[in-house]
């Protein structure tokens, strides 16, 4: 179940990078709450999976969701370029994530 909370966690990190890019084009109360309500459940599901999960496996997956999640979005909102070389080093942070899982 703490796998799920991981997860979560990389989902809501990501949301909350989107939301910085909202606030940058959009200076609302609203986009603010919503930055904060995303980073602020991130940690919150962080917290509850690192309870079994040990500190550096979490964080590293954490990390590796949050920054291939927040590239992937880019490039399919926000067109950012979307060139072969961008794709494997996002495939090769999500293997190194995957790997992590299979051996902790």
Known sequence: MNWVFLV?????EMFG???INKLHKDRSWYSFAL??????ASFLFLAVAMKTL?????????TGIGASGGALLGMMFYSEPKNMQRILFILLVLGAAV???LVS
């Open 35 to 40: 930055l904060i309500l995303g980073f602020g």
């Open 17 to 19: 990078v989107a939301m």
């Open 8 to 12: 979560l966690a990389g989902a809501c």
């Open 54 to 62: 040990p500190m550096g496996t979490a964080y590293a997956i954490w």
């Open 99 to 101: 790997g992590l899982k």
